[in-house]
């Protein structure tokens, strides 16, 4: 039996009135995926804890059985843990976005608006020629040396800062993603001494790449420049448990995201890079089944990650997540299935998204959301589409950390 687990990042949603009052998952033209869930098993799960951030971080965590309630230290401890980095006691982890404020340089730091969480949707080393010219460039380098700060650049706008012995205690900051259109000022980091530290660095960064020649290039072809950074998803060391010590199962991770490949490596499953896979709604996809179709010869378990229908809703792009939407299942989905069937391998597979992304907001929620295990062997005859009003008609998991022993048959 091979297990495979599809994570459709932030695909459920609530009703949304352009369409009728329906979700993204119930308009979208996903027939393979409707396939599955009106012979599998089709419920509802909680993935993020009662008190905790509505998040991937805690999310996915769960899902693949670690409870946030004793693992969770911050999301940014699991991306440097992506890039092999360790984290002294005392160190502190944040991520760095690339991210377009008001594109004005008149306007004060504090007045001007979060405009886009992904400096404009910056990608492949887009994001990286920006913030390694910023931790370059003297002035903002007495700032960061004196804070004790250095940065781990990552492909597209997501990147990894760590600041060395440093008491992060009582510190909030806002995920920008959550907050487009919103005053700066409201959301610049708060709660300790070390908030000003961060502000400062923010500020300046503001100010040095506001006028960066690429920056130049993006506004004169008419996208908006990465001319910030904000700092977020604070953190100290992690540590989770070991998946093949938990489930007695080998496994490997097919994600373009840090935040899935940390994870992955903090519990022991192998991390695998498909190139073209980019985190957006325009990915390799045909890479990803490939590359997990072939982990699977060698893996009981493999997870793929799709972060495209949550991209497209943190900006507004109604239409992108559909698009999103439809293309897991015609060009995931399907052909994994197909594929494992043509072989003769019987196969258990769960279908999720692991947090809802609301259109109305687009912001993260943590109501529960819709799940589907469709066993190769057996058919449930359920007879329902996969929809999140559906899933609140099957079975209720009160907690992500359940998923795991249902997929694997455990309990």
Not at 193 to 210: D, H, I, S, Y
Not at 249 to 254: C, E, F, L, Q, Y
Not at 289 to 315: K, Q, R, S, Y
Not at 346 to 353: E, G, T, V
Request: one cysteine or more.
């Amino acid at each position: 039996m091979k297990y495979i687990l599809v994570i459709g990042d932030g695909m459920a949603d609530n009703p949304v009135p352009e369409l009728k009052n329906r979700t993204p998952l119930e308009v979208s033209k996903k027939p393979y995926i409707d396939k599955l869930a009106e012979h599998g098993i089709l419920g509802s799960v909680l993935n993020v804890p009662e008190g905790f951030p509505p998040g991937s971080d805690t999310a996915i965590m769960s899902i693949f059985g670690c409870d946030p309630h004793f693992c969770y230290s911050g999301r940014a401890p699991l991306e440097v843990a992506a890039q092999g980095i360790s984290l002294s006691i005392g160190d502190a982890a944040y991520r760095c976005n690339n991210v377009t404020l008001t594109d004005d340089e008149n306007v004060p730091f504090e007045s001007k608006l979060i405009v886009s969480h992904s400096g404009g949707g910056l990608c492949e080393k887009q994001g990286v020629e920006l913030v390694e010219y910023l931790f370059a460039h003297p002035e903002f380098k007495a700032l960061s040396d004196k804070a004790g700060m250095c940065v781990y650049p990552t492909e597209s706008y997501r990147h990894i800062a760590v600041q060395k012995q440093v008491d992060i205690k009582g510190l909030e900051l806002a995920p920008p993603h959550d907050h487009i259109g919103e005053l700066v000022s409201n959301y610049l980091p708060k709660g300790c001494e070390n908030a000003a530290v961060l502000t400062e660095l923010m500020k300046k960064a503001n100010e040095l790449l506001q006028n960066h020649p690429f920056n130049v290039s993006r506004r004169e072809e008419g996208k908006l420049p990465g001319n910030a950074i904000w700092f977020w998803a604070e953190g100290t060391a992690a540590k989770l448990p070991n998946f093949k010590a938990q489930y007695g199962k080998t496994g490997a991770v097919v994600s373009a995201v840090p935040l899935c490949h940390g994870i992955a490596r903090l519990t022991g499953l192998d991390v695998i890079m498909v190139e073209g896979a980019t985190g957006e709604v325009e990915t390799n996809y045909e890479g990803k089944v490939a590359a997990t179709i072939d982990a699977l010869n060698t893996h009981d378990f493999v997870a793929v990650h799709l972060e495209g229908p949550d991209e497209c809703t943190h900006c507004g792009d109604l239409k992108g997540k559909i698009q999103a939407i439809e293309w897991l299942d015609s060009r995931v989905v399907e052909p994994l299935c197909e594929s494992l069937k043509a072989k003769g391998e019987a196969f258990r597979m769960l279908i999720l998204s692991d947090h809802k992304t609301l259109t109305s907001n687009r912001q993260h929620d943590g109501d529960p959301v819709p799940y589907i295990i469709y066993d190769s062997s057996k058919d449930t005859q359920v007879g329902l589409s996969y929809s999140e009003a559906n899933g609140l008609r099957g079975a209720f998991l009160s907690a992500g950390i359940e998923l795991m022993p249902t997929l694997f048959e455990l309990k």
